[in-house]
């Protein structure tokens, strides 16, 4: 399976990605692809506990992934960026 997955292959036939065959990822775990939507459910029972598990290291990055800022200048309460102008940089307490 992971041999076929880096040649762009049916994870269930095996079938070669080409210009009159295109391949589908696996919405869910993003890692597999398929020609068909036959082939992902004949593969199904073989794919279903690694995705269920690959489809939760995505959901755990996108929900834990840091921001790209490094909040200096980032209001503590709702994240959004603090004006820069000492002017108006004062908070009041």
Known sequence: ENSCVA????ASCGISEGDDIKLMKCT????VRYCSVECQRDHRP???KACKKRAA???DELLFKQPESSH???CPICL??????AKHAIMQS
């Open 7 to 10: 040649m762009l292959c049916c």
């Open 28 to 31: 869910a775990c993003k890692s």
């Open 72 to 74: 200096l200048g980032d």
């Open 46 to 48: 073989k794919h279903k």
């Open 57 to 59: 290291e995505l959901r």
């Open 80 to 85: 959004l960026p603090l004006s820069l102008d």
